[in-house]
C-alpha cells in the first residue's frame, strides 16, 4: 500500500488515521460517558420523584387516620402500601424519633438515633431544619441483599386542624414528624447497567464504522493521489515534466496537481532555456577573442577556451607557467597565487611563447571562482593579447623620440601652454638663443611674464581666442625687448589642454623695415619739395610786405597809424604760425615712427595727410571731395598711418597726371575722393580718384615690392608694399577697386579700438 521507503508509523495516512481515531475515540468516549452518566441522573431524579409523590399519596392517605386518631387505620394503610414490588420501608416517626407506624411490626414503638441517617437530614444543625429540598432529603444506601436503597424523608407538618382536632398540638410547633419511605433500586441499577453495555457496544460499533469509512476516503482520495503526486515529483526530478492530471481531481488535491504538473512544465521550459543559456555561454566562452583559462591552487589548468588552445596548445593537466611561458616554476609576482591568497582581482602584463616559437605579450586579470561557503576553490584569468600593442607602443615611443627631434630642432621657438592658466607647460630648444631662459627658468611660470605687464590682460584674451598676434614685444632673459610676431595652435599636452606658440623674432625684420618706410618718407618728402616750398613761399611774402611796408615808413621817418601797425602786426604772427605748423607737420612726418600702438582717430591723420599735398593739388587743378564720418578709434601709430594715407594720395594724384597726359588737351574729371565710415565693425577708409586706373591682370601685383606701373624714374614701387605691410601690422585689410582709364580705389578696414582682431 504505502512505499517501501517509508515506514508505516511515518506515513501520511497512518498519521492521519491515528490523529482522527484518537479525536474519533475521545468524542465517542466523552459522548457514551456524559450519557450515561445523564441517564443514571434522569433515572434517580425519576425515581426520587415518584418516591416523593409515593410519600406525599401515603400522607394524603393517611391524614384522615390520623385527624380521627385511628391507628389501625394508619398500621393497615402501611402494611399493604409496603406489600409493593420495590417498596422496601414505610416509617412515620413522632418528633422525638419513635417509630410510630410501620410495614413491618417489629420496628413499631422502637425508637432511633437524632444522628441515624434518617434523622440527621434535619437535625444536623439546632435548631433542626423545619424545610429541606427534596434532593437533601434524599438518601442511598446498600441493603443486607446487596442492592441499593433509596430512602426520601418527607416532614409532617403541624396544620391548624391538627392544634384544634382531637389530639392537640401547640400552635408553635411546625414539624410534627416525618415520613421516611424506602424503595428498592434494583430494577433500577440493572436497567443502567443494561444502558450502559449497549452505549459502549455502540461507541464501539460508530468508532469502528467511521474509522473504516474515514479510511478508506483517506486511502481513496488521499493515500493514492499523494503516491501518484510523489512520484511525478520523483519524475521531475528524473527530467521527466509532461504528466496529465486526471479528470476526476477537482479538489484542493487537484489543485496541487495542477500546481505540480504546471511546475513541471515551468521547470521544462527553465530547464530547457538553461541547456540553451548554458550552450550559447559555453559557445561564448569558447568564441571570445581572448584567453581564458581556470587553474587550481597548484597552478594547473582546469579549464580553457578554444582561442587559448589554439594559440598554446596545451597538454591535459599541465601547469599554466609550463604552457604561458615554458617555466619550470611559478612566476615570482603571479596574480593567480595572489588572488588565491587576497580573494581580489589582479592586474598584470605578462610576455611569453606561443606554440609556434614567436614571442608575444598579453594583458592578464584574474578573478577568484568560490564555492557555496564562500571558499576560493579556482582563478579564471583572462588575458588580452597585447602583442600589436606592444609593437605599437614602440613605433609611438620612437615617433615620439623622433618628433620631439623635430620639435627641438625647429629654429623658431615654441611653447606648449596651459591653455586656461597660460601656464609654460615645455617649450623647444630654440627658446634659449632668443630668449636666453633655461628649462628650469620658464617651466611653471605664466607665458605672461615675458611681456609688458600694461599689455598682459589683453594678450591673455588674444591667445586663447586668435591665432596670430603680429608685432608684440617680449623680454629677454637680459632685460632686452624684442618684437615677435606669435602662431597660436590649440592641442593636447599629457591629457591636458594645450596652446602651441610660435614666435618668430622680427626685431632686426622691423628695424629694416622701418629704414625703408624711413627711405620712403624722405622720398616722398623731397618729392613733395615743390609743394611745400609754395606753401612756405606765400607766409613768407606776407612777412617780406609787411617788413618792407614797415622799413619804407621808418626810413622816411613818417609815423604808422595805430591800427594798421596792428594789423600788419598781427599779421605777420599769424603767418609765423603757418610756417611753423608746415614745418613742425614735416618734422613729425619724416621721424621715425614708434612700433607701438595708440588710440587713432583715422579723420584726423587723414586731415593732416592731405594738409601736406593740398598746394600740390591745387597747382595741379586736382579737386578734393571729402566725406568723414563719425567713427571710432582704431588701435595704430598716428605717423605710420599718416605715411599710408600719404602713399595713398601720390598714388591717386601721379594716377590722375598720368591720364592726363595721355589725353593731352581734353579734359576730364581731375578729383580725389576721401571717404571714412564704419561697416561691419570695421573702421573704412577710401581713397579713390578718377585717374588712369589700373590694367587688367596687375591688380593683384599692386602690393608686391618694387612692382609698380608707373614709368620709369617715376617711381620706386615701394609704397604701396609698405603701406600694405603697415595696415597688416595693424590687424587692418587694404583693397584695390580699379576700372582701367576711369579711376581707382583704396579701401582699407581696421578694427575699432577695444575689439579682439
Known amino acids: 500500500m504505502l512505499n517501501g521507503s517509508v515506514s508505516i508509523h511515518r506515513s501520511l495516512i497512518f498519521r492521519l488515521i491515528a490523529m482522527v481515531g484518537l479525536v474519533l475515540f475521545i468524542n465517542v468516549l466523552g459522548w457514551a460517558y456524559f450519557d450515561i452518566v445523564y441517564q443514571e441522573k434522569h433515572t434517580l431524579k425519576e425515581i426520587v420523584e415518584s418516591c416523593d409523590r409515593l410519600g406525599t399519596t401515603i400522607k394524603l392517605g393517611t391524614h ?13 394503610i402501611t402494611k399493604n402500601i409496603g406489600r409493593q414490588e420495590g417498596i422496601e420501608n414505610i416509617r412515620i416517626y413522632n418528633k422525638l424519633g419513635e417509630i410510630k407506624f410501620s410495614n413491618r411490626p417489629e420496628e413499631v414503638d422502637t425508637r432511633t438515633s437524632i444522628k441515624a441517617d434518617a434523622c440527621c437530614i434535619c437535625h444536623k444543625s439546632e435548631p ?3 424545610e429541606v429540598p427534596l434532593m437533601e432529603r434524599t438518601r442511598i444506601f446498600d441493603s443486607p441483599a446487596g ?3 433509596l430512602g426520601v424523608i418527607s416532614p409532617i407538618y403541624n396544620e391548624p386542624s391538627c392544634s384544634s382536632g382531637c389530639h392537640v398540638h401547640p400552635k408553635d410547633k411546625k414539624v410534627l414528624g416525618a415520613l421516611d419511605v424506602v424503595v428498592s433500586l434494583k430494577d433500577a441499577d440493572t436497567a443502567v447497567q443494561d444502558y450502559k453495555r449497549w452505549i459502549i457496544l455502540l461507541a464501539v460499533l460508530s468508532f469502528a464504522v467511521i474509522s473504516t469509512i474515514i479510511f478508506s ?3 481513496a482520495f488521499v493515500n493514492r493521489p499523494i503516491r501518484k503526486l510523489i512520484s511525478w515529483t520523483r519524475h521531475i526530478a528524473l527530467g521527466k515534466y509532461d504528466h ?3 479528470p476526476e481531481w477537482k479538489d484542493e488535491i487537484g489543485q496541487l496537481g495542477h ?10 521550459e527553465k530547464q530547457t532555456e538553461l541547456n540553451k ?3 550559447e555561454y559555453q559557445e561564448l566562452f569558447e568564441q571570445v577573442p581572448c584567453y581564458i583559462t581556470v587553474q587550481d591552487r597548484d597552478l594547473r589548468l582546469i579549464r580553457h577556451n578554444r582561442e587559448f588552445a589554439s594559440t598554446f596548445e596545451p597538454r591535459p593537466g599541465a601547469f599554466c607557467f609550463e604552457v604561458y611561458k615554458c617555466r619550470c616554476d611559478a612566476c615570482p609576482d603571479c596574480p593567480v597565487l595572489q588572488t588565491f591568497n587576497d580573494g581580489l582581482p589582479h592586474f598584470s602584463e605578462e610576455c611569453g611563447v606561443d606554440k609556434k616559437g614567436k614571442e608575444v605579450s598579453w594583458m592578464c586579470r584574474t578573478s577568484p571562482l568560490r564555492d557555496e561557503e564562500g571558499n576560493i576553490v579556482a582563478v579564471m584569468q583572462m588575458s588580452l593579447d597585447a602583442t600589436e600593442r606592444r609593437v605599437l607602443e614602440e613605433e609611438i615611443r620612437r615617433s615620439e623620440q623622433k618628433y620631439r627631434e623635430i620639435f627641438n630642432n625647429i629654429p623658431n621657438p615654441i611653447f606648449v601652454v596651459a591653455r586656461g592658466s597660460l601656464d609654460i607647460l615645455d617649450f623647444n630648444d630654440s627658446v634659449a638663443p632668443v630668449y636666453g631662459y633655461a628649462k628650469a627658468d620658464l617651466v611653471g611660470t605664466s607665458f605672461l611674464d615675458m611681456f609688458e605687464e600694461t599689455e598682459r590682460h589683453e594678450l591673455a584674451r588674444e591667445l586663447v581666442g586668435t591665432d596670430s598676434i603680429n608685432q608684440v614685444r617680449q ?4 632685460g632686452r625687448t624684442i618684437f615677435v610676431n606669435i602662431r597660436v595652435s590649440h592641442s593636447e599636452y599629457l591629457g591636458r589642454e594645450a596652446l602651441l606658440v610660435s614666435t618668430i623674432d622680427i626685431t632686426k625684420h622691423l628695424m629694416a623695415e622701418q629704414q625703408l618706410i624711413q627711405a620712403s618718407k624722405m622720398a616722398t618728402l623731397g618729392e613733395m619739395a615743390t609743394g611745400i616750398a609754395h606753401e612756405l613761399n606765400q607766409p613768407l611774402s606776407v612777412i617780406k610786405t609787411a617788413s618792407s611796408f614797415i622799413v619804407k615808413k621808418v626810413g622816411k621817418a613818417e609815423p604808422i597809424q595805430p591800427d594798421i601797425l596792428s594789423t600788419m602786426a598781427g599779421e605777420i604772427d599769424g603767418q609765423v604760425d603757418r610756417a611753423s605748423r608746415i614745418i613742425n607737420h614735416l618734422r613729425e612726418f619724416g621721424r621715425k615712427s614708434e612700433v607701438q600702438k595708440e588710440r587713432v582717430d583715422v579723420n584726423e591723420v587723414l586731415e593732416k595727410a592731405l594738409a601736406i599735398f593740398m598746394q600740390q593739388l591745387k597747382l595741379r587743378k586736382i579737386d578734393v571731395v571729402k566725406r568723414l564720418g563719425d567713427v571710432p578709434p582704431v588701435m595704430a601709430n598716428a605717423n605710420r598711418l599718416e605715411q599710408v594715407f600719404v602713399n595713398l594720395l601720390i598714388n591717386a594724384r601721379d594716377a590722375i597726371e598720368e591720364k592726363g597726359e595721355r589725353l593731352g588737351h581734353l579734359e576730364f574729371e581731375r578729383t580725389i575722393f576721401l571717404s571714412t565710415g564704419v561697416s561691419g565693425g570695421k573702421v573704412v577708409v577710401e581713397v579713390r580718384d578718377t585717374g588712369a586706373g589700373i590694367p587688367k591682370g596687375l591688380a593683384e601685383r599692386i602690393f608686391e615690392p618694387f612692382f609698380t606701373t608707373k614709368r620709369v624714374g617715376k617711381g620706386t614701387g615701394l609704397g604701396l608694399s609698405i603701406s600694405y605691410s603697415i595696415v597688416q601690422d595693424y590687424d587692418g585689410t587694404i583693397e584695390v577697386e580699379s576700372v582701367e582709364n576711369e579711376g581707382a580705389g583704396f579701401i582699407t578696414r581696421f578694427p575699432a579700438a577695444g575689439e579682439a582682431p
Not at 500546481?259 to 521544462?268: D, Q, S, Y
Not at 623680454?475 to 637680459?478: E, L, N
Open 244 to 246: 496529465s492530471i486526471e
Open 259 to 268: 500546481a505540480i504538473a504546471t511546475m513541471g512544465k515551468r521547470i521544462g
Open 475 to 478: 623680454k629677454t632673459k637680459d
Open 277 to 279: 543559456q548554458r550552450d
Open 147 to 149: 442492592y441499593r436503597l
Open 128 to 130: 433542626p431544619a423545619e
Open 64 to 76: 384522615y387516620a390520623m385527624m380521627n386518631n385511628s391507628r389501625e387505620d394508619l398500621n393497615e
Open 217 to 219: 476516503f483517506l486511502y
